[in-house]
Nanobody
Framework: QVQLVESGGGLVQPGGSLRLSCVAS????????MGWYRQAPGKQRELVAT???????NYADSVKGRFAISRDNAKNTVYLQMNSLKPEDTAVYYC?????????WGQGTQVTVSS
């Protein structure tokens, strides 16, 4: 098992940047994959980015070139750097850890992009 705590959300103007953090309650070194998902009001939760323990990162087409996912195994932390934010990026962002066969979720952090 693992507990995940997100932070770093907030209100930002279009074109601005935010960095989300997800701290895990245990070592993430051996976790199969970690990622970020988001859910906007009235919409289904969708993948934003994933980072496997030893593979290639994956991004939703809508965030490619603007967002970057990274992990610091020494700090048990996964980050999501979000640049050039758009109003359509507004959502609750959730951290995810996949430890076969279970997916674990954090409580979410709100990101609002508005002028």
């Amino acid at each position: 098992q693992v507990q995940l705590v997100e932070s770093g959300g907030g209100l930002v103007q279009p074109g601005g940047s935010l960095r989300l953090s997800c701290v895990a309650s245990r070592s993430i070194f051996s976790i199969n994959a970690m990622g970020w998902y988001r859910q906007a009001p009235g919409k289904q939760r969708e993948l934003v980015a994933t980072i496997p323990s030893g593979g290639v990162t994956n991004y939703a087409d809508s965030v490619k070139g603007r967002f970057a996912i990274s992990r610091d195994n020494a700090k048990n932390t996964v980050y999501l750097q979000m640049n050039s934010l758009k109003p359509e990026d507004t959502a609750v962002y959730y951290c995810n850890a996949f430890i076969r066969p279970t997916a674990y979720w954090g409580q979410g952090t709100q990101v609002t992009v508005s002028s």
